[in-house]
């Protein structure tokens, strides 16, 4: 079974310093990755989505992506109490099968004012 | 313009009962996904539509499932006969173009089956 991995946290940040969210994947052919913000009892809402190696910047925001490592991160600067969510990570599986998103469990993120 | 809207936001049924879910997406967007996450689990594809036609309908658990998107527009997910671990929060998202790129999601309907 294809799987998406995330520490559950809580991850505990102080305002303004940098908070770093990891993710881990099964699928070594994924091509697609996504991570996704859901505050608590509302929608998950996009953030960022990385296809190639390297960084990928956006505002705060930067995600990270290492597909011979199998991992992905995400990035936030600056951190802000508003910033206080889960965060899930999701991947577009390789080859046949389910064309939709394979998330992980996502992380508590806490920004400490 | 609105979001995806789901209702109902909640639905507590008995074990045994049908209850039927209801997406409206994004007009213009034919792309419409149902997902669920099961209390501790992570959100699990179920369904994916393509205006009126089923893509994709690998995650659906069983047969007690059925998924429907009349002409294309809103979509429904019924369910019956419900079973206790059918409970959770069931999601629905949609998009138009490249489909994952821009995926707006519902606010979920919070399905309890005792």
């Known amino acids: 079974q294809k799987e998406v991995e995330q520490n559950s946290g809580p991850l505990s940040v102080p305002e303004g310093a940098i908070a770093s969210l990891n993710c881990t994947y099964s699928?070594?052919?994924?091509?697609?990755f996504f991570w996704y913000r859901q505050y608590s009892g509302k929608s998950p809402e996009l953030i960022m989505f990385i296809y190639s190696n390297g960084d990928k910047e956006d505002g705060r925001f930067t995600a990270q992506l290492n597909k011979a490592s199998q991992y992905v991160s995400l990035l936030i600067r600056d951190s802000q109490p508003s910033d206080s969510a889960t965060y899930l990570c999701?991947?577009?599986?390789?080859?046949?099968?389910?064309?939709?998103?394979?998330f992980g469990k996502g992380t508590h993120l806490i920004i400490q004012p | 313009e609105a979001g995806v809207t789901q209702f109902p936001s909640h639905s507590v049924i008995e074990k045994g009962q049908t209850v039927t879910l209801r997406c409206d997406p994004i007009?213009?967007?034919?792309?419409l996904y149902w997902y669920r996450r099961v209390m501790g689990k992570e959100i699990k594809f179920l369904l994916h539509?393509?205006?009126?036609?089923?893509?994709?309908e690998s995650g659906m658990p069983n047969n007690r499932f059925l998924a429907e998107r009349t002409g294309g527009t809103y979509s429904t997910l019924k369910v019956q006969p419900a079973e206790l671990e059918d409970s959770g929060v069931y999601f629905c998202?949609?998009?138009?173009?490249?489909?994952?790129?821009?995926?707006?999601f519902g606010s979920g309907t919070q399905l309890s089956v005792l």
């Open positions: 007009s213009g967007h034919d792309n």
């Open positions: 699928d070594r052919g994924s091509q697609s």
């Open positions: 998202a949609s998009s138009q173009g490249t489909p994952h790129e821009k995926l707006f």
């Open positions: 999701a991947v577009i599986n390789s080859g046949g099968g389910a064309d939709g998103l394979t």
């Open positions: 539509f393509v205006k009126e036609s089923k893509q994709d």
